[in-house]
């Protein structure tokens, strides 16, 4: 069964910066997109970036630019989010997902209901 790892989360002081890594495994088909999704206690599941295999094409939502910044190195299969200034609101757990066989990315990368291989989380906590 096909799953992502990610690692990387932990307790943090506002303002400082946290790299969250997630291994992919060797998928069948040439193109995927790696999202990244994040949930806060009692709120619904939040696609905050993504990147695609074809290209390195990158969404990022709006709450997040300037302050997020998905990467991938296809040599490690690992693709990392690069979170700056942390606040508390970046508390929560941190999923990436992929999406298999897609290729274009769009903010419609965003949207969790298209993806069917997840990781089990890592949890990011922001506080003084």
């Known amino acids: 069964q096909l799953q992502l790892v990610e690692s990387g989360g932990v307790l943090v002081q506002p303002g400082v910066s946290l790299r969250l890594s997630c291994t992919v495994p060797?998928?069948?088909?040439?193109?995927?997109?790696i999202a990244w999704f994040r949930q806060a206690p009692v709120k619904e599941r939040q696609g905050v970036s993504c990147i695609g295999s074809r290209d390195d094409s990158t969404y990022y939502t709006d709450s997040v630019k300037g302050r997020f910044a998905i990467s991938r190195d296809s040599a490690k299969n690992t693709v990392y989010l690069q979170i700056s200034r942390l606040k508390a609101e970046d508390t929560g757990v941190y999923y990436c997902?992929?999406?298999?066989?897609?290729?274009?990315?769009?903010?419609?990368?965003?949207?969790?209901?298209?993806?069917?291989?997840w990781g089990q989380g890592t949890q990011v906590t922001v506080s003084s």
């Open positions: 060797e998928f069948s088909m040439p193109y995927y997109i």
């Open positions: 997902a992929a999406q298999l066989g897609a290729k274009l990315v769009t903010r419609q990368c965003a949207d969790w209901r298209l993806y069917r291989v």
